[in-house]
């Protein structure tokens, strides 16, 4: 790739970090002023209730923005779908042209490899009200099955506001949640962390704590999550995919836009239809995925790493 290409794509992924990052950093501003005031026993009982909700959605699949999910047969149809998406179909998709606009980065030489029982470990870090994170695991399952099982898919919607009570920003996409799910691989390991739920936390003017780093989670995730892989001011961003301490993605590789206003269903079943905005995005990020794990496990299994994916790791970007 020539200097002038990887200048121009290193800019455009400054500049959508960058983007996401600002919108955060303002609604956290709204939220330290929407705190101001609050009435203590008024924020215990609000608490009790929002954790007492969620709660209830996870154990039912339902969502916190009371719109309808697929349950039943429906929901296993549509996890079937997503996890069996036809390598002709992603080979045709390929690199999703201009639908995905962020791609696997090298990792700077020297770090020690992440694994876990001695199989190569992706780390994933993301929160339930993040859209970012919600546009991500659409193509985060599509790539992962080609080489595992999921069990226990639990879908939800991206938060509808934020955590001081504003509008969020693509609020209410669909996704999936990792939490309560597992997956197998004889090939890899999926290690997945959602630090919050998609309800907001009144005392902190945040989202409700869910899941807990461990130390070494924490230390890889801010030893990376850090310039030159994401732009000054920027560190922390979500979704943090961490391929091996070898390749990282950080913020979402196509625009949660996309999938707003769709269903579950709908989007599921647009994932076959190649020229479709969903499948360019969604399988197209899921090529670049599969590319980079390929690259962990030796092009293991041949099923998953077929010669259009082992193509896409040139278009990697590197750290300045």
Same mark, same amino acid.
């Given at each position: 790739?020539?200097?002038?290409?990887?200048?121009?794509?290193?800019?455009?992924?400054? %500049?959508?970090?960058?983007?996401?990052?600002?919108?955060?950093?303002?609604?956290?501003?709204?939220?330290? $002023? $929407?705190?101001?005031?609050?009435?203590?026993?008024?924020?215990?009982?609000?608490?009790?209730? !929002?954790?007492?909700?969620?709660?209830?959605?996870?154990?039912?699949?339902?969502?916190?923005?009371?719109?309808?999910?697929?349950?039943?047969?429906?929901?296993? =149809?549509?996890?079937?779908?997503?996890? &069996?998406?036809?390598?002709?179909?992603?080979?045709?998709?390929?690199?999703?042209?201009?639908? @995905?606009?962020? /791609?696997?980065?090298?990792?700077?030489?020297?770090?020690?490899?992440?694994? %876990?029982?001695?199989?190569?470990? $992706?780390?994933?870090?993301?929160?339930?009200?993040?859209? #970012?994170?919600?546009?991500?695991?659409?193509?985060?399952? @599509?790539?992962?099955?080609?080489?595992?099982?999921?069990?226990? $898919?639990?879908?939800?919607?991206?938060?509808?506001?934020?955590?001081?009570?504003?509008?969020?920003?693509?609020?209410?996409?669909?996704?999936?949640?990792?939490?309560?799910? =597992?997956?197998? &691989? &004889?090939?890899?390991?999926?290690?997945?962390?959602?630090?919050?739920?998609?309800?907001?936390?009144?005392?902190?003017? *945040?989202?409700?704590? +869910?899941?807990?780093?461990?130390?070494?989670?924490?230390?890889?995730?801010? /030893? +990376?999550?850090?310039?030159?892989?994401?732009?000054?001011?920027?560190?922390?961003?979500?979704? !943090?995919?961490?391929?091996?301490?070898?390749?990282?993605?950080?913020?979402?590789? #196509?625009?949660?836009?996309?999938?707003?206003?769709?269903?579950?269903?709908?989007?599921?079943?647009?994932?076959? /239809?190649?020229?479709?905005?969903?499948?360019?995005?969604?399988?197209?990020?899921?090529?670049?995925?599969?590319?980079?794990?390929?690259? +962990?496990?030796?092009?293991?299994?041949?099923?998953?790493?077929?010669?259009?994916?082992?193509?896409?790791?040139? *278009? !990697? =970007?590197?750290?300045?």
């Amino acid at each position: 790739m020539g200097k002038a290409s990887r200048t121009k794509q290193e800019s455009g992924r400054r %500049e959508r970090i960058a983007a996401q990052r600002q919108a955060e950093r303002r609604q956290e501003r709204r939220n330290r $002023l $929407l705190i101001a005031g609050s009435a203590i026993a008024v924020v215990i009982i609000v608490v009790i209730v !929002f954790v007492v909700v969620k709660a209830n959605n996870h154990n039912s699949g339902t969502t916190s923005s009371g719109a309808s999910a697929p349950t039943g047969t429906a929901l296993s =149809s549509v996890v079937s779908q997503i996890t &069996s998406v036809p390598t002709s179909t992603t080979d045709s998709v390929g690199s999703g042209g201009s639908q @995905v606009t962020g /791609k696997p980065m090298n990792v700077k030489a020297g770090q020690t490899p992440l694994t %876990e029982n001695g199989k190569p470990e $992706l780390l994933y870090v993301g929160a339930e009200y993040c859209p #970012y994170c919600a546009a991500e695991r659409w193509a985060m399952i @599509v790539a992962l099955s080609r080489f595992g099982t999921f069990s226990g $898919l639990t879908t939800m919607h991206s938060a509808a506001k934020d955590g001081g009570g504003n509008a969020e920003v693509y609020p209410n996409t669909p996704t999936w949640t990792f939490y309560g799910s =597992s997956y197998t &691989s &004889s090939d890899l390991a999926f290690t997945p962390v959602e630090v919050n739920t998609n309800i907001g936390d009144p005392s902190t003017g *945040g989202y409700t704590t +869910l899941q807990t780093m461990t130390s070494a989670q924490q230390s890889t995730f801010t /030893k +990376l999550n850090a310039p030159p892989y994401v732009p000054s001011g920027d560190s922390g961003s979500f979704p !943090f995919l961490d391929f091996g301490n070898k390749y990282l993605i950080i913020g979402a590789s #196509y625009s949660p836009q996309i999938l707003a206003g769709l269903s579950w269903s709908t989007i599921a079943a647009d994932l076959t /239809k190649t020229s479709s905005p969903v499948a360019q995005a969604i399988d197209g990020t899921a090529n670049y995925i599969t590319a980079a794990l390929c690259k +962990l496990t030796n092009n293991q299994p041949a099923t998953a790493c077929t010669s259009t994916v082992q193509g896409l790791d040139s *278009g !990697f =970007s590197s750290p300045s």
